[in-house]
């Protein structure tokens, strides 16, 4: 099955592109790296020829309300536009446990990427997952002695299980909302990025803030848990620092 990839030269979309091959499927890269733009259109024309689905794993790195809102709407509704065109029959996008519960800037664009596939004419379905557990690796990645990490109550997930999770409902037939996908294990943020700091050998202060007002209360207080019926990944945290710790050869 002919199956494009938004994003699939991000974290994830590598592992959708690799889960892709190993089942036998073609998967169509699309990333500024291929010529492809999703936020201008540029180099959308003609590459989903031929896809029976798209698996929509794009992303922008902000904490802006209206940066968010601007490329998730305008990524999805040129790629539902191009899939439309196409003929593509179903589409796939990966979402946030909680961004409707939360009002933090980057969640709004997610808000506003899960109205537009709903309303973009091609059948859909939204997998709503809660942080992987890569989430503090950039906030560790500075030369700063200190690592400034928001508190933040998850039950984060392998992002590998997330990628085979959205290759399997590509696969299938549209759903609309599946199940929400979390970790097994319920974990704040700054305890993670505490044991990665130990995991990596690194020599740095993990300084713990909250969001001010509503929003760090939410984040604190399990808004980012999912509510009600969800699937619960297998992999747990500790499995990810032991492929660290062994990768590092400690």
């Known amino acids: 099955m002919r199956i494009a990839v938004a994003g699939g030269t991000g974290l994830v979309g590598r592992m959708v592109v690799a889960r892709l091959l190993a089942a036998a499927h073609e998967p169509v890269v699309l990333a500024r ?38 490329f998730f709407a305008r990524a999805s509704g040129n790629l539902l536009a191009a899939a439309r065109r196409s003929g593509v029959r179903h589409l796939v996008a990966l979402s946030i446990v909680g961004c409707d519960a939360v009002d933090f800037g980057y969640y709004h664009g997610k808000r506003a990427q899960e109205e537009v596939v709903a309303g973009g004419g091609v059948p859909w379905t939204i997998l709503r997952a809660t942080q992987f557990f890569e989430f503090p690796e950039p906030l560790l990645a500075n030369r700063s002695p200190v690592a400034v990490v928001p508190r933040m109550l998850s039950r984060p997930v392998a992002a590998e299980e997330v990628a085979a999770s959205l290759v399997a409902h590509a696969e299938q037939d549209a759903t609309g909302y599946a199940p929400e996908l979390a970790g097994p294990e319920r974990m704040d943020v700054v305890d993670m990025a505490r044991r990665l700091v130990e995991a990596r050998g690194l020599r740095k202060l993990v300084l713990p803030i909250s969001a001010p007002g509503e929003v760090g209360a939410r984040m604190r207080g399990g808004g980012l848990l999912p509510r009600g019926e969800h699937v619960q990944g297998q992999w747990t945290f500790d499995r990810y620092l032991a492929g660290i710790r062994d990768a590092a050869g400690r």
């Not at 201008?40 to 794993?57: K, N």
Request: net charge neutral; with cysteine.
């Open 33 to 70: 790296a291929q010529g492809v733009d999703l936020v201008t259109g540029a180099g959308l024309e003609g590459t989903l020829s031929g896809c029976r689905a798209v698996i929509d794993v794009s992303n922008v790195v902000t904490v802006r309300k209206r940066v968010s809102v601007e």
